[in-house]
């Protein structure tokens, strides 16, 4: 599988998994629990800041940032024809600040590191006859799959523009279903072979 994460090391890459998904936690709730400019300028400009600073490492989510920046200018334009823009720029801002720190996780921390995490955290839930191991392999399978989606649809999107000049918009849809389908498919055959029913 396809992944996001980037080789070429940077000050986030030293930082603990386990903490950047605290702040990410965090900090992602706390944006919907205010509408005030004042404070979701500064945190969205943060995070600009933060994501900037990763330098060569967001090369390849450049993609991402275009569908994100669609994204927000989008939900700002169909708040404004419903007559309330600010929410749409509040709106925005929230969705700019959280998308940009997960894709900074998922461009500086590796796929096991989220792993090991993940069964720390659900580590308590053994007294109650949880499969902690299982359990946090779901998390991360369901993290890694939504990264995968972004990378095929970009591998998918760059050659269809080779060999016809342009974007392949929806005609992508069919063939990235069936990949999708055939990855997840893959990963099941292997789970059971190592795993067992």
């Known amino acids: 599988m396809g992944s996001l994460y980037s080789e070429h090391h940077t000050w986030l890459h030293s930082v603990?998994?386990?903490?950047?998904l605290w702040?990410?936690?965090?900090?992602g709730a706390g944006l919907f629990f205010t509408d005030r400019l004042e404070v979701l300028l500064p945190c969205t400009l943060l995070c600009l800041g933060m994501f900037a600073s990763l330098g060569r490492a967001i090369a390849g989510a450049r993609k991402l940032l275009v569908a994100l920046a669609v994204s927000c200018a989008l939900v700002v334009v169909f708040h404004a024809v419903m007559q309330h823009p600010m929410l749409g720029v509040t709106s925005a801002m929230r969705l700019l600040s959280t998308a940009l720190m997960g894709v900074a996780l998922?461009?500086?921390?590796r796929y096991t590191a989220l792993l090991d995490v993940f069964e720390r955290w659900l580590w308590?839930?053994?007294s109650l006859g949880v499969r902690v191991d299982r359990l946090a392999l779901m998390l991360a399978l369901?993290?890694?799959?939504?990264e995968h989606f972004f990378v095929l649809w970009q591998r998918l999107d760059d050659a269809h523009r080779v060999r016809?000049?342009?974007s392949g918009g929806w005609r992508l849809l069919a063939p990235l279903t069936i990949q999708m389908l055939q990855a997840a498919n893959r990963v099941a055959d292997t789970l059971e072979l190592r795993l067992g029913k």
Not at 16 to 20: C, D, V
């Open 124 to 126: 308590p839930l053994r």
């Open 16 to 20: 603990p998994a386990g903490l950047k």
């Open 164 to 166: 016809t000049g342009r």
């Open 106 to 109: 998922t461009l500086t921390t």
């Open 142 to 146: 369901m993290l890694r799959f939504v």
């Open 23 to 27: 702040v990410l936690a965090l900090v």
